[in-house]
T-cell receptor
Framework: AQRVTQPEKLLSVFKGAPVELKCNYS??????LFWYVQYSRQRLQLLLR??SRESIKGFTADLNKGETSFHLKKPFAQEEDSAMYYC??????????FGKGTKLSVKP | NAGVMQNPRHLVRRRGQEARLRCSPM?????VYWYRQLPEEGLKFMVY????????ESGMPKERFSAEFPKEGPSILRIQQVVRGDSAAYFC?????????????FGSGTRLTVV
């Protein structure tokens, strides 16, 4: 089965605290994973993809094939990071399979 | 580059009416994907289309829903005889190719309200 699991519906942290949004996947084969972000009532935007190993807005994510995880991390959260975050896996047909999302709330 | 354009942004329909949602992909993109976003459920894949072809419709309800992506013009998601449960945000995304390493570009969505 091809599946993405984001176990946390809501994650609330204070400004300056570290953030980790969890993502686990199920896929037979070599996975291709993404993180998307959706700010309040805006369109989804690609945040980062695992193949590029980049850091965007201070966020990083490392693919751990042993744990089938692709957790999103940021050492110091900012208030403007408050948004919905979706982890996604490219399915065998080419479409992206999304997790249910985690709402990140960064408090001042 | 205007990005992925969806219209209308908001659509209100009475129960039993038809809803037509349009999506114009980014220039140079020939792959279109439709997703439905419900509260508490995140994004649910509905259908994946290329020009004049449906590649994967495994997420489409068997009845009342259909999608097309003609040779000319936007992709259309059509919902016949809408019911209250169809109320949701419908997002369209496009990509350059099936194996695009760039992921998708999303539109702003159409919020359908069935009254």
């Amino acid at each position: 089965a091809q599946r993405v699991t984001q176990p946390e519906k809501l994650l609330s942290v204070f400004k300056g605290a570290p953030v980790e949004l969890k993502c686990n996947y199920s896929y037979s084969g070599s996975p291709e994973l993404f993180w998307y972000v959706q700010y309040s009532r805006q369109r989804l935007q690609l945040l980062l993809r695992h193949i590029s190993r980049e850091s965007i807005k201070g966020f990083t994510a490392d693919l751990n094939k042993g744990e089938t995880s692709f957790h999103l991390k940021k050492p110091f959260a900012q208030e403007e990071d408050s948004a919905m975050y979706y982890c996604a896996l490219r399915g065998s047909q080419g479409n992206l399979i999304f997790g249910k999302g985690t709402k990140l709330s960064v408090k001042p | 580059n205007a990005g992925v354009m969806q219209n209308p942004r908001h659509l209100v329909r009475r129960r039993g009416q038809e809803a037509r949602l349009r999506c114009s992909p980014m220039k140079g993109h020939s792959h279109v994907y439709w997703y439905r976003q419900l509260p508490e459920e995140g994004l649910k894949f509905m259908v994946y289309l290329q020009k004049e072809n449906i590649i994967d419709e495994s997420g489409m309800p068997k009845e009342r829903f259909s999608a097309e992506f003609p040779k000319e013009g936007p992709s259309i998601l059509r919902i016949q005889q809408v019911v209250r449960g169809d109320s949701a945000a419908y997002f369209c995304a496009s990509s350059r190719g099936q194996g695009s390493i760039y992921g998708y570009t999303f539109g702003s969505g159409t919020r359908l309200t069935v009254v």
